[in-house]
């Protein structure tokens, strides 16, 4: 399929192509990624995606954040519909979109941020490639004429978490997966233009605190690249199998759609929920697996 702005998030896309984020979704969660990719499942829009791509249109164009507006008006403002006339009027902006307003002057008046906004570039360029045997699409926020990759975070801090499986601090950039994203959309920007050079790979970020805080970072890391990509390669035979229906899809058992189709088979005992406790993971439930399993192996060899 030839992927455009419209249907680049679509589950049929998803089906056809892998993307970073649907990696991390498969290790997430097995069984909720596959029920949204064959449309059983459309999980909730948090109040934090909206606001990251309110901020993410405005930096944009004006047109595309006008109809990002239109498209979510009661989400973002305060709306009263008068009992009298029937008319609905606007009252107020939801706080986080109002902080969101503040976080898009931080972008476009800061001097290090706003020189990237400015530059010269395509907005959302989608690309495709190959990866460890299967299709990849990305979409870049900013893709400019000489090959640098500009990508626009909302983040709620700077800080750096724990890694319980690392055992050790890391940055905020790396517990969110962006050396994965950075590794990944250099190697199919590559594959795509036909360049042998990693294209730089750039994050400007602001904070949602109060006030807030900004960054610009560059990525480019071969080695930790490199070190990404095996970390994805040593997942995907497993990744593949699901994809493709070979075998179920695990359920992580807590996730929107773990819970909301949960079957209870009778009492457990009690020590199997204590932290630290290694159930096994349930496999995803007959009806559910026979539903798309057949659609999901048509997409093997696609
Ligand atoms: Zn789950």
Redesign the pocket.
């Known amino acids: 399929m030839e992927l455009t702005r419209d249907n680049y998030y679509s589950p049929e896309a998803d089906r056809e192509y892998m993307s970073c984020s649907q990696y991390q979704d498969f290790l ?2 097995e ?2 990624t596959m029920a949204k990719m064959h449309g059983l499942f459309v999980p909730k829009e948090t109040e934090a995606l909206l606001v990251g791509n309110y901020v993410h249109t405005a930096l944009e164009s004006d047109e595309a954040h006008e109809e990002f507006i239109e498209a979510h008006m009661d989400s973002i403002f305060k709306l009263k519909t008068s009992k009298a006339t029937g008319e609905t009027s606007i009252t107020g902006k939801y706080a986080a979109f109002q902080k969101a307003d503040e976080i898009i002057q931080i972008f476009l008046t800061d001097p290090t941020l706003k020189q990237f906004i400015l530059m010269d570039g395509e907005n959302e360029k989608i690309m495709t490639g190959n990866l460890f045997g299967m299709k990849w699409k990305i979409r870049l926020d900013k893709y400019t004429p000489d090959r640098m990759i500009i990508d626009y975070k909302t983040a709620a801090d700077l800080s750096t978490e724990y890694n319980l499986a690392l055992g050790e601090r890391e940055c905020f950039l790396e517990a969110y997966g962006y050396l994965m994203r950075a590794a990944v959309y250099s190697e199919i920007e590559k594959q795509f233009t036909g360049n042998k050079e990693d294209p730089p790979f750039i994050i400007l970020a602001v904070t949602k605190q109060e006030p807030c805080d900004k960054g610009a970072y560059l990525l480019n890391h071969r080695q930790r690249y490199d070190w990404e990509l095996s970390v994805i390669e040593a997942h995907m035979k497993r990744i593949r199998e699901v994809k493709w229906g070979m075998v179920r899809p695990r ?9 909301k189709t949960k079957r209870l088979t009778g009492v457990i005992p009690y020590y199997h929920i204590k932290p630290g406790y290694q159930a096994e993971c349930e496999e995803e439930y007959d009806g559910i697996f026979a539903s798309y399993m057949e659609a999901a192996q048509a997409q093997r060899g696609l």
């Open positions: 997430e969660c069984a909720a359920r992580c058992g807590h996730c929107e759609w773990c819970r």
